[in-house]
């Protein structure tokens, strides 16, 4: 399939270590953020959700962490496995907004 | 069906033709919406539907861009006299309620105009 993000910031990792994917959001009125997760040839997956009034959320394997006072957003992945080797995008949408802007991903390498 | 869908999967077409793109979303979700690809870069949003109701459209490269979703189910993204700075992948996701939950993905259409 096509390649998706030939020229995205790239994270390497081995095979069981833990992942940090961080994001640096711009609208200070954004009040919901996503993980999405996309390989090779398919669409963006979701992995995980997080409100504005949170700062922490867990799924399995995966956490997300919020702090608004410097518009970070990032993804914890434990136990980094080679399924997890993909490109991952962060998205926000603002308050009362009806557009959810993604952005410009950054692509996990795993070694194994 | 389990999951978006999207057809066709790749589609090549000449400076000036026609294409349509088809997302069939899943069943029972309320919000349809269409973002353009481009290779490297993350999804731009291009168009929002809630049931057949097209509420933003405001991603729209041009007007030679046309989306519709005549029953409130499948949608079609129509581009007229296409050009090369149209190709991308063209993904179609679907929502129970719109942007406020979840958007869920189909593998897109990869659109090359030669």
């Known amino acids: 399939g096509e390649s998706v993000g030939l020229h995205l910031p790239t994270l390497s990792v081995q095979e069981g270590d833990n992942s940090i994917i961080n994001c640096a959001y711009s609208?200070?009125?954004?009040?919901?953020f996503i993980w999405y997760k996309q390989e090779s040839g398919k669409g963006p997956q979701f992995i995980i959700d997080i409100r504005s009034n949170m700062d922490k959320r867990q799924g399995q394997r995966v956490t997300v962490l919020l702090n608004k006072t410097v518009k970070h957003l990032s993804l914890q992945i434990a136990a980094t496995q080679p399924g997890d080797s993909a490109v991952y995008f962060c998205a926000e949408l603002p308050n009362a907004g009806n557009m959810l802007t993604f952005g410009g991903g950054t692509r996990l390498m795993v070694k194994p | 069906g389990a999951g978006v869908s999207q057809s066709p999967r790749y589609k090549v077409a000449k400076r000036g033709q026609d294409v349509a793109l088809r997302c069939d979303p899943i069943s029972g979700h309320v919000s349809l919406f269409w973002y353009q690809q481009a290779l490297g870069q993350g999804p731009e949003f291009l168009t929002y539907f809630q049931n057949e109701a097209q509420l933003d459209k405001s991603g729209l490269p041009s007007d030679r861009f046309f989306a519709e979703r005549p029953e409130g189910s499948v949608s079609t993204l129509k581009i007229q006299r296409t050009q090369q700075e149209d190709s991308a992948v063209y993904l179609c996701?679907?929502?129970?309620?719109?942007?406020?939950?979840?958007?869920?993905f189909g593998n897109g259409t990869r659109l090359t105009v030669t």
């Open positions: 609208n200070s009125a954004s009040d919901y």
């Open positions: 996701a679907s929502s129970q309620q719109g942007f406020n939950s979840p958007l869920h």
